[in-house]
């Protein structure tokens, strides 16, 4: 099971670099739901119209998935780590939702999430 980060699933719609590599994991990804607002908020930046994202998302077999309450907790606690301050507040609810997932790892184009000590898989786009 792989959980995107939002610059993967911009990747995706913009058919960036590592696309391909976003698209071999659907159906079965999961997102967080404050990295579907990320995408949102990175697509009406763009001018682009997001309301159709979550459904093409469901369609694509993206399962979306809200933040916990003990996510939040370790959301936070992850700032601790060293290099852990580099994270925004979005890196840190996708990797607790990383954590939570069994047997997952993160898709993200964040060169610097490859660098911390994190307890799970890092698979960066490009």
Request: with cysteine; charged share 25%.
């Amino acid at each position: 099971m792989t959980v995107l980060d939002a610059s993967a699933v911009l990747a995706l719609i913009h058919g960036e670099p590592g696309a391909d590599l976003v698209a071999e994991n659907l159906p079965g990804a999961l997102i967080c739901t404050v990295n579907l607002a990320e995408v949102v908020g990175k697509l009406v930046d763009v001018d682009v119209d997001p309301r159709r994202l979550r459904d093409l998302l469901v369609t694509a077999g993206v399962a979306i998935e809200p933040l916990l309450a003990e996510d939040a907790v370790l959301a936070g606690t992850l700032r601790s780590l060293p290099g852990g301050r580099a994270l925004s507040l979005g890196d840190r609810c996708c990797l607790a939702l990383t954590v939570r997932t069994d047997s997952a790892e993160v898709l993200t184009a964040d060169h610097v999430w490859a660098d911390l000590d994190l307890p799970v898989r890092v698979r960066l786009l490009r």
